[in-house]
């Protein structure tokens, strides 16, 4: 398989690319490197620092955002001095807010444009939105800052475990190459045949990447199929297996380290707020606190005790194109006062619960990852939330809530989309419903399947989210 010399990527093509792509990733890498060691004070002098820069180009540039900055008595000025306290007058935001307001909310003239982006739609409510360039750059910077506290370098061989259309078109032809140039590999969380599995696992072993990134549960399953089969993921190279995208559960973590031989980290993040934190080996989820606010708040929206869970509530602080604050993510997670064990002064997260999906099986035997159906109810105008229940290998019902943008054709296009990815011999039907309630449990669960995998692969889910 085709790989470049690290150094080369990590010295050249890599900063090559991005100073193209006129974004400042390695110069906010260096910053990160440096700022990271500041104290806990120091990291919230630097946050309210951003934070007047962030309100300030609010206050110019977005309406939406400059009518309540205005309304809670904000001094944005270039003398003002805000903090914590200033952030919380105002009014919290959400993906409703975000779709209602978004003309009066983008920045479409900010330096170097804006580009459309959608959610993955895990939380059942996609959303269409926008972000600039140095966003892009503080997703990247972001994330090469915690692989390095594993010793992994940029430019160094990666293997990712992540989503792929049904059929390629130019731009994806164009992308692959590009990671192969970046010393990347993609297989496919979308088509994991028993097959498909075993060509990943030499796939894997044959590349020798030092890094491993995908779906926690997609990583899971190809862990349990290596140990079901006698094959072997260690390689001499890998120092950390990266999961993200969902929950890892405590039984993914252990039979993801045994199958590979090497640590877990998980990583928290969703794309409309970016990269948000990742495992440090102390074991301690830290936020990528330089770039975002978080604040852990009740149903009532007050902040919660350390040691209680709450709503993570993210300010943005590079999201000038479209600015995401006090954006309620529906994420829940467990508020703490804890520092960084390796002396950092990052803000800690406590546990990350998240949201569940399943696999869904198709009738060859294929299994694949919940977002596979998810694309397809985010790519079709009006769906205000979904569910996706597979209730057997040929049945599957799709419920919607619709938004004002819903046409009738909606409901072919998502009959066609989920059987270009099960089958045409599937019957989708779509019911359109005015709310989508929880589990029993409590648990939201966008995407749903009653047929079973094999027992051998069973630990690669989770088995408490009944």
Not at 96 to 101: E, I, L, S, T, V
Not at 314 to 340: E, K
Not at 440 to 463: F, M, N, Q
Request: proline share 5%; charged share 20%.
């Amino acid at each position: 398989m085709l790989r470049l010399p690290g150094a080369i990527v990590r010295k050249l093509t890599y900063p090559l690319h991005e100073y193209l792509l006129k974004r400042p990733t390695f110069s906010m890498l260096d910053d990160l490197e440096q700022s990271q060691w500041l104290s806990r004070e120091g990291i919230e002098q630097l946050q309210m620092k951003k934070l007047h820069l962030l309100l300030q180009s609010a206050s110019q540039h977005s309406p939406w955002h400059a009518q309540h900055i205005d309304e809670a008595g904000l001094d944005t000025s270039s003398d003002a001095q805000l903090g914590l306290e200033d952030l919380r007058k105002l009014p919290t935001t959400d993906k409703g807010d975000m779709q209602k307001h978004q003309d009066a909310m983008v920045w479409h003239g900010v330096p170097g444009g804006t580009y459309q982006y959608n959610t993955g739609g895990s939380s059942g409510s996609p959303l269409i939105f926008y972000y600039g360039r140095l966003r892009q750059a503080s997703d990247a910077a972001g994330r090469m800052r915690a692989r390095r506290w594993w010793g992994v370098r940029e430019g160094e061989p990666e293997v990712y475990l992540w989503g792929a259309p049904v059929e390629l078109n130019k731009t994806d032809r164009i992308k692959t190459i590009r990671d192969r140039l970046f010393n990347q590999l993609v297989l496919n969380a979308f088509d994991m045949s028993p097959q498909h599995m075993d060509d990943y696992i030499q796939a894997i072993r044959s590349f020798r990447p030092v890094c491993v990134y995908g779906y926690a549960s997609s990583i899971a399953l190809l862990a349990a199929r290596a140990l079901e089969t006698g094959q072997s993921l260690q390689t001499t190279k890998l120092r950390v297996v990266c999961t993200t995208g969902e929950p890892l559960y405590p039984q993914q973590r252990e039979l993801i380290s045994q199958a590979f031989g090497v640590p877990v980290a998980n990583e928290f993040g969703s794309r409309d707020i970016g990269f948000t934190a990742h495992e440090s080996p102390a074991g301690q989820m830290l936020l990528l606190s330089e770039n975002h606010i978080l604040e852990v708040l009740d149903p009532r929206g007050r902040p919660v005790a350390p040691g209680d869970y709450g709503e993570a509530v993210i300010t943005g602080l590079t999201s000038f194109a479209q600015p995401f604050i006090r954006y309620r993510t529906g994420d829940i997670v467990q508020a703490t006062d804890a520092l960084c064990e390796q002396g950092r002064g990052l803000h800690v997260l406590g546990e990350v619960k998240g949201r569940t999906t399943d696999f869904i099986v198709r009738a060859d035997g294929t299994i694949m990852h919940a977002l596979a159906l998810i694309y397809v109810l985010r790519a079709v105008p009006g769906v205000q939330e979904f569910k996706v229940i597979q209730h057997d290998i040929t049945t599957v019902e799709a419920q919607v809530v619709r938004s004002s943008g819903w046409q009738p054709q909606g409901a072919t296009a998502i009959v066609a989309g989920i059987q270009a990815r099960l089958g045409e011999q599937v019957r989708v039907e779509v019911k359109l419903v005015d709310t989508i309630p929880p589990e029993r449990s409590g648990k939201h669960r966008y995407v749903v399947s009653h047929v079973p995998l094999p027992e051998s692969l069973s630990l690669a889910t989770d088995a408490s989210i009944e």
